[in-house]
Structures are given as structure tokens and as C-alpha cells.
């Protein structure tokens, strides 16, 4: 299975910016899907980003116009970059990427979570 590893989390005073990745532990064939999601405190887990294979995004209302979801295929990695980060936008971020990879000579599919990495926007 493929394993998804975030880093880019941390502390950020509000106004500032962070760029979160989420790397594939395989060599990746396609990716179908991909998406952040992010969980706070007492809340549920959130979409905050999506993308499709087609190119297709969507964002909540709530980062729309701050957030900015993209993939570097070479690299096996997607990113979420946040910028005007406010004291709401703090969580743990959660990355999701559905797709297919070789074993072998065999392409099988995955939909894998990363581990999460929390961010948190306080002055």
C-alpha cells in the first residue's frame, strides 16, 4: 500500500503562510484523486481542498481565495499551500490520495491518508 507522509505543519502568526506536502512512498502511475482535509479541535474531520485528475478543484468557502492545492508528478508529492492564515484555519491536516501504482509490472490501485500534520495560527 502506499504510504502518504505530510510535513510543512507548524506555528504561523495570523496573515502568514505555509506550504504543506504530502509524499508518496511508491512510484506513482496516476493519481485519480487528491485532497486536504483538516479536523480542529471538538470538530469533524473538514474537506478543505480537492482535486481531480482532470484538473478540476474545488475549496471550501471558508479558504477560497487563501489555499491553493497542486501536485508535482515527478516528485510523487502534492501540496497545499495557505497563505492569510487565520486563528480558524488551525487543525490537523490531513492529506488523501487515491490512484495507481506499480508493483512489479502490475499497476494496482490505492486510496491512502497521510499521518497528519497540525497547524496552528496564533500571534
Known amino acids: 500500500q502506499v504510504q502518504l507522509v505530510e510535513s510543512g505543519g507548524g506555528l504561523v502568526q495570523p496573515g502568514g503562510s505555509l506550504r504543506l506536502s504530502c509524499a508518496a512512498s511508491e512510484r506513482i502511475f496516476n493519481i485519480n484523486s487528491m485532497g486536504w482535509y483538516r479536523q480542529a479541535p471538538g470538530k469533524q474531520r473538514e474537506l478543505v481542498a480537492s482535486?481531480?485528475?482532470?484538473?478540476?478543484?474545488n475549496y471550501a468557502d471558508s479558504v477560497k481565495g487563501r489555499f491553493t492545492i497542486s501536485r508535482d508528478n515527478a516528485k510523487n508529492t502534492v501540496y497545499l499551500q495557505m497563505n492569510s492564515l487565520k486563528s480558524e484555519d488551525t487543525a490537523v491536516y490531513y492529506c488523501?490520495?487515491?490512484?495507481?501504482?506499480?508493483?512489479?509490472?502490475?499497476?494496482?490501485?490505492?486510496?491512502?491518508w497521510g499521518q497528519g500534520t497540525q497547524v496552528t495560527v496564533s500571534s
Open positions: 488523501n490520495v487515491g490512484g495507481g501504482y506499480w508493483i512489479g509490472s502490475r499497476l494496482v490501485g490505492f486510496d491512502s
Open positions: 482535486a481531480t485528475s482532470g484538473g478540476s478543484t
